[in-house]
């Protein structure tokens, strides 16, 4: 069965600097999709950047991006500039490709970011 | 709206009683999804549905009945609350195929049992 583990269950970063989450999984799987959500206070689930494993490059969007490492199964969301808005909750998350029974979410346990003004 | 919408958002009810959470999306989702999200645990799938009329469990479906009789609805009832059923319930929606596919989530109900 595929897992996901995040082992920080807190992190601080100050505003305007960078902050690394990590993120390991397992899984025998090829090919999948890993996914990191952020959920601000008002609980919405937030989707803030998406991998697919037979991508090489790492995924980016704007502040955020991704370092992929396949062959460690790992996944860490680096934040840059950090901002008070990024003050959230944030699940790493797994998924097998569509076609299957399923394309449920396989989430981590989450680590929580304080933004420091 | 278009969207993924849940009702009601906040829930109090006793030990024992049938709670029906109720979702609906707009955007014909193929794939729709129950979680429950518990400190120390992230998000775990109650149940989930294919498509109307099929629908199968997740990881913790015990004590919870699902149903889907229109693609654009899945209600979770809890047949009988129980206080370790107090969660906050989120409800995804997703299509159906496609490499890019990403599952969009409600807003999520905080259900309390006393």
């Known amino acids: 069965a595929q897992t996901v583990t995040q082992s920080q269950p807190e992190m601080s970063v100050q505003e305007a600097e960078t902050v690394t989450l990590s993120c390991t999984y397992d899984?025998?799987?090829?090919?999948?999709?890993l996914f990191w959500y952020k959920q601000p206070p008002s609980r919405q689930m937030i989707l803030v950047i998406r991998?697919?494993?037979?991508?090489?490059q790492n995924a980016t969007e704007n502040r955020f991006s991704v370092n992929f490492q396949k062959a460690a199964k790992s996944f860490s969301l680096k934040i840059s500039d950090s901002q008070l808005g990024d003050a959230a909750m944030y699940f790493c998350?797994?998924?097998?490709?569509?076609?299957?029974?399923?394309?449920?979410?396989?989430f981590g346990t989450g680590t929580l970011l304080a933004v420091q003004p | 709206d278009a969207g993924i919408t849940q009702s009601p958002r906040y829930k109090i009810t006793e030990t024992g009683r049938q709670v029906t959470l109720m979702c609906h999306q707009t955007?014909?989702?193929?794939?729709m999804f129950w979680y429950r999200q518990d400190l120390g645990h992230g998000l775990r799938l109650i149940y989930y549905?294919?498509?109307?009329?099929?629908?199968d469990k997740g990881e913790v479906p015990d004590g919870y009945v699902v149903s889907r009789s229109k693609t654009e609805n899945f209600p979770l009832t809890l047949e009988s609350a129980t206080r370790s059923q107090t969660s906050v319930y989120f409800c995804?929606?997703?299509?159906?195929?496609?490499?890019?596919?990403?599952?969009?989530f409600g807003p999520g109900t905080r259900l309390t049992v006393l």
């Open positions: 995804a929606s997703g299509p159906l195929t496609g490499r890019t596919d990403t599952q969009y």
């Open positions: 899984t025998s799987e090829s090919d999948y999709y």
């Open positions: 991998q697919e494993a037979y991508k090489q």
């Open positions: 998350a797994y998924r097998t490709p569509a076609g299957g029974a399923t394309n449920k979410l396989i």
């Open positions: 955007w014909s989702h193929s794939y």
């Open positions: 549905s294919a498509a109307a009329d099929i629908t």
